[in-house]
């Protein structure tokens, strides 16, 4: 997967935190800004929703509903509403 000028693209950038189950190594890819703010279990549902999108087998891949739903979902049961990226 390269951009079309031939850099790296963002999927490739993280592939290698994004397959961490490492919640340090997760954390590492947020922006510093956030000061590590963040919900870890909403954290953990967007690190695993980009993992799927990011299938190579098309047909694995959820559509835009299904990741809509899976990030509102996670959003619905923690008592934080915002999500960290």
Aim: charged fraction near 20%; aromatic fraction near 2%; charge should be negative.
């Amino acid at each position: 997967m390269k951009s079309l000028q031939g850099s790296m693209t963002l999927a490739e950038l993280t592939s290698e935190c994004r397959r961490q189950h490492d919640v340090d190594v997760m954390m590492g890819m947020l922006d510093p800004k956030l000061n590590g703010q963040v919900n870890v279990e909403q954290l953990r549902v967007v690190v695993h929703v980009a993992n799927t999108a990011l299938l190579e087998n098309s047909i694995s891949r959820p559509n835009m509903a299904e990741i809509a739903y899976r990030i509102s979902q996670c959003m619905e049961n923690s008592s934080e509403t915002d999500l960290p990226v």
